[in-house]
């Protein structure tokens, strides 16, 4: 069975940038177990940036993805592989 991998994107207001992280676990083996995670795992982002003095009061804005092997290939354009 093919497993899930999380794809988020952290957007904080006023910055350049926005923070991205995959998130693979054995766990994720349907998307709805992927999606089960998502409030645990932004709520640790949120209080990781909680952390940083620069960021106080600041509004963050998250995009969530459950992603198999074939929608992460498609979505990043990666050739497929078997390794």
Do not use: H, N, W
Not at 4 to 24: D, N, P, Q
Not at 65 to 81: E, H, P, V
């Amino acid at each position: 069975m093919d497993a899930f991998t999380m794809v988020i994107m952290a957007c904080v207001a006023g910055e350049a940038k926005c923070t991205t992280a995959r998130i693979s676990e054995m766990d994720f083996t349907t998307a709805q177990a992927c999606e089960a995670r998502v409030d645990d795992i932004t709520r640790s982002m949120t209080k990781e940036f909680a952390k940083r003095p620069e960021f106080k009061g600041r509004q963050v804005t998250y995009d969530v993805s459950c992603m198999d092997r074939t929608q992460l290939a498609q979505k990043f354009g990666i050739s497929s592989s078997d390794t």
